[in-house]
């Protein structure tokens, strides 16, 4: 009788040891904590260290040199009563809204024609962004000679048209008028190459599909391109505010020679004086540190008062 062979058993397999690193201490990785050190040791000189300084600064009293003086909260109760803070505050209220609501206006004008032309599309963004990288002292005194009243082009051209002179840098309105076309012209271009990345965005085919439905240009842009605009529409208006309400070497330059007491006081009767600029009045020629202070961080939440309201505004307008 056959015996049947003997099959031997398979080994058993081998069973695979997890490989195991040794645990490295956060000393061990000190080479790209220090490639990555500056950055932070910079922001902390002369980010936080700062603010949290400024913050420590508004609840005491200090000229500068002397010894500091505790004062509580007696510097934000005297800067809730007073006047020339609060018209600072309506000055670059005012001055803001005469610059931005123009000024996006042209910049999303502009993007549009940017985004439709076929020839020479960088030679157009250049010239468009270039105000922006210009300096603003410079691009300040010559609009300060464009407003002059007597030799200024902006009369000149009143006088063509037969209207009378208008004393723009010495009149309440006129003031505001001459910085707010001076922001407007700063900021239009660096806004309308912000439009024209987002227009650049939508897919052509929307618009073939308008077109096929029989929508015209301003069908389109109003049901197309300026709902799907809306998040750059709200990054560029949250910036403007930023920008606008902190406002200071566009009135403090064109208005320096307008008022011989101080060159922060904004021209005549402070019509020109923005937040910025009452900030750096108390500060440096009244020599008021502490309360100089104080309406940094009155600017600050009027910053984000402003912000809070435009995103909201915004957002709303989006939901509907």
């Keep these: 009788m056959a015996t049947a062979p003997v099959v031997d058993t398979p080994p058993a397999a081998f069973a695979e040891t997890p490989v195991t690193h040794p645990k490295k201490g956060i000393l061990s990785y000190w080479r790209l904590y220090a490639a990555i050190s500056p950055f932070y040791l910079l922001f902390l000189a002369f980010g936080l260290i700062p603010v949290g300084f400024s913050l420590y600064l508004s609840f005491h009293r200090w000229d500068g040199l002397g010894s500091m003086e505790f004062a509580g909260l007696s510097q934000y109760r005297y800067l809730l009563s007073d006047t020339q803070f609060w018209t600072s505050i309506g000055n670059t209220i005012i001055i803001w809204a005469l610059a931005t609501f123009p000024m996006i206006f042209l910049a999303m004008v502009t993007a549009v024609m940017l985004n439709s032309a076929v020839r020479f599309k960088n030679l157009y963004r250049f010239a468009y962004f270039l105000p922006n990288v210009t300096s603003i002292v410079a691009v300040a005194i010559i609009f300060g000679s464009v407003f002059s009243t007597n030799f200024g082009l902006a009369n000149a051209l009143l006088q063509a048209v037969g209207l009378d002179q208008v004393a ?80 200071f070497s566009e009135p403090q330059v064109l208005l320096q020679t307008t008022d011989n007491n101080s060159s922060f006081a904004g021209g005549p009767g402070h019509s020109g004086q923005t937040m910025v600029l009452y900030f750096f009045q108390q500060t440096f020629d009244n020599n008021d540190f502490g309360y100089g202070a104080a309406v940094a961080w009155g600017i600050f939440l009027v910053v984000i008062i402003f912000s809070i309201i435009n995103w909201r505004l915004v957002q709303r307008r989006g939901e509907d």
């Design 168 to 247: 723009w840098l010495n009149t309440p309105w006129g003031i505001k008028v001459a910085i707010a076309t001076l922001m407007t012209w700063q900021w239009t271009g660096y806004n309308a190459i912000i439009f024209l990345a987002g227009l650049q965005t939508i897919p052509g085919e929307l618009y073939e599909a308008a077109r096929m439905d029989g929508a015209g240009p301003v069908q389109t842009f109003f049901r197309i391109t300026l709902p799907l605009m809306r998040p750059v529409l709200l990054f560029v208006l949250i910036i403007s505010t930023v920008t606008g309400l902190q406002t």
